[in-house]
């Protein structure tokens, strides 16, 4: 009997380490193992660099599509002339956006959104850090930026790359001459940096706003919202286990993926069931509990329900991640 309790045991131990790796492989890592923050300078063979990633895609089944594994190619590695070390950083007055931060050669320097300042952490890495080459933690303040302001964070693969007010600092491969500010607004989450820290020409505290949330709905109870108070939804025909989009071509005309989200800029909700999905275009998608998130485009303003039960297939999400129902009041 004893002996039969232990087979049955190894054998569902087995099933959750399966449900859990099938998710998992999709996890937004924003708010993983912390780095230390070390003074700038000094550092020793500083750079950029890359180990094996898995932010690839493969076509996946049913006619939906399901993460794969990719591997990254190395940091820092593309043939613009905005790389290898800043040197020295200062602040420059750009036309548009105010005061940026830029290398001793004037190249835009910038700041990841799903990065962390305190503590400082890096979530760019292998072929995002290709688009997005690291700066080398060996700078020196500059004018208009504080000595104190300066500092670095250890990356993945173990090399130093420079913080700024605790943010770790790229540059963009898509910049190809000195005063440049393509990276800005990319992907609504790289933006130029400004000598605080902050994103360029963006209001103070801005930056902090929450992503996801929980609101109570009359009728609906309690449903995550984004960080513009729109309703979130899942999809019947997506897929948790593996993670899945059955939301393809036409479908997205109507029904906006989340952009991936910083787990530290949600509340009301269990930021650890918080992940990423990469899409077939590459771009990144929010999950709750590995369902993928959405908006609607028939929601017209905050708090609008539109979406509920369309075609019987889509559905507000609960702070727990369920379905939601109208039978809250």
């Keep these: 009997m004893e002996k039969r309790r232990q087979?049955?045991?190894?054998?569902?131990?087995?099933?959750?380490?399966?449900l859990t790796a099938a998710c998992g492989a999709s996890k937004d890592d924003s708010s993983g193992q912390s780095s230390n923050v070390q003074p700038a300078g000094g550092a020793k063979n500083v750079g950029a660099g890359s180990t094996p990633g898995t932010a690839g895609a493969s076509s996946g089944a049913a006619g939906g599509y399901e993460a794969g594994s990719d591997t990254g190619a190395a940091a820092g590695s593309g043939s613009t002339g905005n790389s290898g070390?800043?040197?020295?950083?200062?602040?420059?007055?750009?036309a548009k956006l105010g005061e940026i931060v830029t290398d001793a050669k004037g190249w835009t320097l910038y700041r990841f959104d799903e990065d962390t300042p305190k503590p400082a952490k890096s979530n760019c890495n292998d072929a995002c850090a290709t688009k997005w080459p690291p700066v080398p933690a060996d700078a020196a303040a500059g004018t208009?930026?504080?000595?104190s302001a300066l500092g670095s964070?250890?990356?993945?693969?173990?090399?130093?790359?420079?913080t700024l007010e605790g943010w770790p600092v790229y540059r963009y491969a898509g910049d190809t001459k000195a005063g440049d500010t393509k990276g800005h607004g990319v992907g609504g989450t790289w933006n130029a940096l400004a000598p605080d820290g902050k994103p360029a020409g963006k209001k103070a505290g801005k930056e902090e706003r929450l992503q996801l949330m929980v609101n109570s709905n009359a009728k609906l109870g309690k449903i995550i919202v984004d960080g513009k108070g729109r309703t979130v939804y899942r999809f019947n025909k997506d897929s948790a286990w593996p993670m899945?989009?059955?939301?393809l071509g036409a479908c997205l005309d109507t029904w906006k993926p989340v952009k991936a989200v910083n787990t530290s800029?949600?509340?009301?909700?269990?930021?650890?069931k918080v992940t990423s999905f990469t899409r077939p275009d590459g771009s990144k998608q929010a999950a709750f509990d590995c369902w993928l998130l959405y908006t609607f485009t028939g929601d017209t303003k905050p708090g609008d329900i539109n979406g509920q039960g369309k075609a019987g297939q889509w559905f507000a999400v609960t702070?727990?991640?369920?379905?939601?129902?109208?039978?809250a009041q």
């Design 7 to 18: 087979i049955a045991f190894a054998g569902v131990s087995v099933a959750m380490v399966l």
């Design 85 to 94: 070390s800043a040197k020295k950083v200062t602040a420059k007055k750009d």
């Design 144 to 147: 208009g930026i504080e000595k």
């Design 153 to 162: 964070v250890t990356r993945s693969d173990g090399t130093k790359q420079l």
């Design 244 to 247: 899945k989009t059955g939301c």
């Design 265 to 272: 800029k949600v509340a009301g909700l269990d930021a650890t």
């Design 319 to 327: 702070d727990k991640g369920k379905k939601a129902s109208a039978t």
